[in-house]
């Protein structure tokens, strides 16, 4: 046997089933799709999670937590990585960005306090953890807060009349 006489054992491949194609498919007169009811109609979809008239699980479990619509998510950078800049630098998102400590210069990140800072150094970011922040200024260093996203306004009251 040649490897060009294969062949696939008889009913294994099977053609896909084209429904509602008229009578020339095969399939006779409802086309495959039975009788009646929603799913023989065209343009049927069945909701996700829908349990037929059973409360859905989803509306079951009780709701818990809070997940914000806009969570601001930062770009961490670990301050044993900050040793990689000269004594007396100002350490900002752009000279992240050429370290590679961070994807991009535009997108907010924070100093988080993993491992010692043995330099002296002026640090700009978006936000530093508590320990990180006492950490750097323990050093000789200064760590600057820059680029404060503003406090949301408040919605205003409506007022019947």
């Known amino acids: 046997m040649q490897l060009h006489e294969l062949r696939a054992p008889k009913g294994s491949r099977?053609?896909?089933?084209?429904?509602?194609?008229?009578?020339?498919?095969?399939?006779g007169k409802q086309s495959?799709?039975?009788?009646?009811?929603?799913?023989?109609?065209?343009?049927?979809?069945?909701?996700?999670?829908?349990?037929?008239?059973q409360m859905p699980l989803i509306r079951r479990l009780p709701k818990v937590g809070f997940n914000t619509s806009r969570p601001i998510v930062y770009q961490v950078v670990q301050l044993d990585s900050l040793n990689f800049f000269d004594a007396n630098a100002t350490v900002n998102a752009n000279k992240l960005?050429?370290?590679?400590?961070?994807?991009?210069?535009?997108?907010?990140?924070?100093?988080?306090?993993?491992?010692?800072?043995?330099?002296?150094?002026?640090?700009?970011?978006?936000?530093?953890?508590a320990e990180a922040f006492e950490k750097i200024n323990r050093a000789g260093g200064k760590a600057e807060i820059v680029g404060k996203r503003p406090e949301p306004k408040p919605k205003a009251k409506k007022v019947k009349k």
Do not use: C, H, W
Not at 14 to 27: D, E, N, Y
């Open 32 to 53: 495959g799709k039975g009788d009646k009811g929603q799913r023989s109609r065209s343009g049927n979809s069945i909701m996700l999670g829908s349990e037929g008239g």
């Open 97 to 129: 960005k050429e370290a590679k400590l961070i994807s991009s210069s535009r997108r907010p990140y924070k100093i988080l306090s993993r491992g010692e800072l043995t330099k002296v150094l002026t640090v700009q970011a978006n936000a530093f953890s």
């Open 14 to 27: 099977t053609k896909k089933v084209r429904i509602g194609r008229g009578p020339a498919s095969g399939l």
